[in-house]
Every structure is written in structure tokens, then in C-alpha cells.
């Protein structure tokens, strides 16, 4: 009697053993293609004083996001408690601008109030540039009485 009490128990705990593995199974995750479901966007910030320095970090910024074939793209400007200035920048992927724009902007003076047009001007001479072969750009600031400040951006040799 014995006998057959553990012969019962030992198919019992089999059965019991099959269920799971065959449970495990089920819920195992099958094999498919992956799928994106996140990405990010490479970012670089700096910090800077002036109108300048901001022209500076954004050429710095070109540099970084050139390793992803990207431009820099300023996304968010703040002012730090020690009086500078913080812009972050995406890599985005290039965009040529139109001939509309490269007309409208043929004289590569622009006059601009703010950190994010002061970025826009020198994006958009910087493409006109590029769409003429000169990859050097040079440029030269100027107070306005009423507030707002001049740019003028020079292309210079290949």
C-alpha cells in the first residue's frame, strides 16, 4: 500500500512538473524582429556671457552633432544664478533651405532681439554659405537704438 501511496505521489509531483514547464512555455516571450520603442536625440549644452560667445558654442555645437550627420538645433535657452547663460542644443537632421529663403536672406544681414534668432541667422547664412562652396563664414555685430542688434555674416574661401 505504501507502494502505490508513493507511486501516486511520484506521478502526481511528474504532472505537477509537466504543468510548469508547459506554463513556462506559454509565457515565454516569443522570438520577433525588434521594435523601436523609444529614441533620443543626441544633446549637447553650454554655458556662455554674450552674443559672441553664443556664435562660438553654437560652431561648437556643429562639430559635436556632425559625428551623427545632424545640425545643432537650439531647443532651450536659460540664464545661471552667476549671470551666464545655458543653451541646449539637439542633433537634428539637416534641412537645405529653400531658394525662398536663401533669397530673402541673399544679403546675410539680419537683425535679431533674441539668443534663438541670433542662432536662426547664423544657421541660415551659414547654409547659404555652404550652398555656395564656402564653408567659412565671418560676422560682425552691431547695437540697434532700439534694442535689437544687426548681424552681418561674410563668406570666406572654401
Known amino acids: 500500500m505504501m507502494e502505490t501511496i508513493h507511486r501516486v505521489l511520484r506521478q502526481g ?13 506559454a509565457c515565454a516571450p516569443q522570438t520577433t524582429a525588434p521594435v523601436q520603442v523609444q529614441s533620443s536625440t543626441p544633446t549637447v549644452t553650454y554655458k556662455y556671457q554674450n552674443d559672441q560667445q553664443l556664435l562660438d558654442v ?11 550627420q545632424a545640425v545643432p538645433q537650439a531647443v ?6 552667476d549671470g551666464s547663460k545655458a543653451v541646449v542644443f539637439n542633433c537634428e537632421q539637416a534641412v537645405t533651405p529653400s531658394p525662398q529663403q536663401m533669397q530673402t ?25 555652404m550652398n555656395g562652396g564656402q564653408s567659412q563664414m565671418s ?5 540697434n537704438p532700439d534694442g535689437t542688434k544687426t548681424i552681418m555674416f561674410k563668406c570666406n574661401g572654401p
Open 76 to 81: 532651450d535657452f536659460s540664464d545661471n544664478p
Open 13 to 25: 509531483v511528474r504532472s505537477v512538473s509537466a504543468a510548469a514547464v508547459l506554463a513556462v512555455a
Open 105 to 129: 536672406n541673399s544679403s546675410l544681414t539680419y537683425t535679431y532681439g533674441t539668443d534663438a534668432e541670433l542662432l536662426a541667422a547664423q544657421r541660415n547664412a551659414q547654409a547659404y554659405c
Open 139 to 143: 560676422s560682425e555685430i552691431a547695437p
Open 58 to 68: 553654437n560652431q561648437n555645437a556643429a562639430a559635436f552633432c556632425s559625428r551623427y
